[in-house]
């Protein structure tokens, strides 16, 4: 494992970079910075190493126009409806930094603030980070280890963990940003993907769920077999119309094994991604461009495994409350591969 300084916060605390190497399978840079996955770099067919992330080579870049590229997103990832949730008959208030509604944590999330790191093993590196109470408006102070680890076999498996002192509410995932034709190689329309779900969750012209638990049968939604992601987000549906693309939660079937898969036909490569998780957000880069990064919309896309949007507000989603005593636990695995 490969630690170097990465840059230095205007406070004069410096952020460093760990390289996670798993040989020529796999290889992973992860930044203090907001727990974020800067580089992923995997071969393609031929064996040629290139990075599928998208990311910035420079802290500056982070600090000034970064949407959540491989950021660690918390406390609570996605949003939240009014920025406001009822807690055991108490309300609280959130940061509304998307007005008027949270989203992916409030102003300063924890893809924000600096993690504490240490290797934790071969090829593993734990980050951790207290969040007091209060911040941002969630209650409990938190305490969140989260474990990077990558292995021979080309898989990068994030391992999260967390206990909180006061009834809380929590989502953490990572916000990667993949293209699998190489970073900054075109859009990811003729990417083909498969999602192991048969309902996802419509939402209003806010981006926040509107309870349905929707099937995806008959509509663009529909990638429970596998379809280039450019074949219907064109579509002429109310959904896609809402977030410029797909943007939205799919709600897994029942089971384990392969969540979602991921092609890029001329590279070869590939992507799975299992997880513990009821669902992802799957997120087709849609906004990007808009807000000064040097990429165009769809340069790429994100699978964001985790609980619903707004379950704090919808007691029929699966809860995201956590208590003391209790301790939170969630796995995602990212494998990279090559199609047969």
Known sequence: MRKEQFGTLASGRPVERFTLDGGDRLRVAVLTYGGIIQAIETPDAAGRMAGVALGFDTLDGYLERSPYFGALVGRYANRIGGAAFTL????????????P???????QGFDKRIWDAEPDGDGSLALSYVSPDGEE???GTLSVRVVYTVTPRGELRIEYRATTDAPTVL??????YFNLAGAGNGDVLDHVVTIDADHYLPEDDR???TG?????????FDFTRARRIGERIGADHPQLRIGKGYDHCWVFNDGDGVRARVEEPVSGRSLEVLTTEPG???????MLGSDGTPYAPHAALCLETQHF??????????SAVLRPGEKFVSVTTYRFGTVA
């Open 101 to 107: 509604d949270t989203l992916h944590g409030g102003w």
């Open 212 to 220: 349905e638990v929707a099937p995806v049968a008959g509509t663009p």
């Open 309 to 318: 949007p707004d379950s704090p507000n919808r007691p029929e989603f699966p």
């Open 207 to 209: 981006q926040i769920p």
């Open 137 to 139: 408006g969630y209650p």
């Open 88 to 99: 055991d008959g108490t309300v609280r208030d959130l940061a509304p930094n998307v007005p």
């Open 171 to 176: 989502n953490l995932t990572n916000h990667s």
């Open 280 to 286: 992802v957000q799957f997120y087709t880069g849609n």
